[in-house]
């Protein structure tokens, strides 16, 4: 079973930056896909960013051109650039390899 831990969550006003890495116990390229979730209150979990075995990455519309997953092999992390934050971007990130999920990372963007 692969471990996932997530950190760099926080309070960031709009229009700012944060960086979320996924720590995994595996080597992530051996188990990608390693991809980013999000639940905001209320809301179902929604698929943020992907980035798969070869290095290809896929974005949900809402934050394309804002987001950015890559890797570093050698770290077994996974990061999540986040810029141009908005309070709708307000929930709590979760790293995800099929059956495999971390514990979630909060992240509260003031307006």
């Known amino acids: 079973q692969v471990q996932l831990v997530e950190s760099g969550g926080g309070l960031v006003q709009a229009g700012g930056s944060l960086r979320l890495s996924c720590a995994a116990s595996?080597?992530?390229?051996?188990?990608?896909?390693i991809n980013w979730y999000r639940q905001a209150p209320g809301k179902q979990r929604e698929m943020v960013a992907t980035?798969?075995?070869?290095?290809?990455?896929n974005y949900a519309a809402s934050v394309k051109g804002r987001f950015t997953i890559s890797r570093d092999n050698a770290k077994n992390t996974v990061y999540l650039q986040m810029n141009a934050l908005k309070p709708e971007d307000t929930a709590v990130y979760y790293c995800?390899?099929?059956?495999?999920w971390g514990q979630g990372t909060q992240v509260t963007v003031s307006s």
């Open positions: 595996g080597n992530i390229v051996s188990i990608a896909p």
């Open positions: 980035i798969t075995r070869g290095g290809r990455t």
């Open positions: 995800n390899n099929f059956a495999n």
